[in-house]
């Protein structure tokens, strides 16, 4: 009895993924986009204003923060410490997507929210 012998597959097909497994790809690279957009919601650092990043200026984005961390009751952290991790997590989540102008007005803004909360620049508090 002879064994039937496969025939080799052509490269085309080796390296097209099936219809379920493009579909599950797809769905999972959405969810993966939205990531950030559900720990803006949904964490517990503080509660944002509306387009709070799209502001122009430094100062108005360091007051709108200072204001959604001392009113928010859903910060874990010192309202200080919430407002400036929040900043950053922006700024690492936008990467290199975020434009270079909006970059240094947010960069900025950190400044803005040390000296809005009375915080001096470089100087570390001693631990308790």
Do not use: C
Not at 42 to 67: G, I, M, P, Q
Not at 75 to 97: E, H, P, T, V
């Amino acid at each position: 009895m002879a064994l039937a012998t496969r025939r080799p597959r052509r490269a085309s097909e080796r390296s097209r993924p099936s219809a379920r497994r493009r579909a599950r790809r797809t769905a999972a690279k959405g969810r993966r986009q939205k990531w950030s957009q559900h720990v803006t919601r949904t964490s517990n650092a503080l509660d944002l204003e509306a387009n709070v990043f799209k502001l122009r200026s430094a100062t108005a984005v360091a007051a709108s923060r200072k204001r959604s961390a001392l009113r928010s009751r859903r910060r874990k952290a010192s309202s200080y410490q919430s407002a400036l991790s929040m900043l950053n997590f922006y700024i690492n989540r936008a990467g290199k997507g975020l434009h270079p102008s909006r970059r240094r007005v947010l960069e900025r803004a950190k400044g803005e929210l040390r000296k809005a909360f009375g915080r001096e620049p470089g100087a570390r508090r001693p631990r308790r």
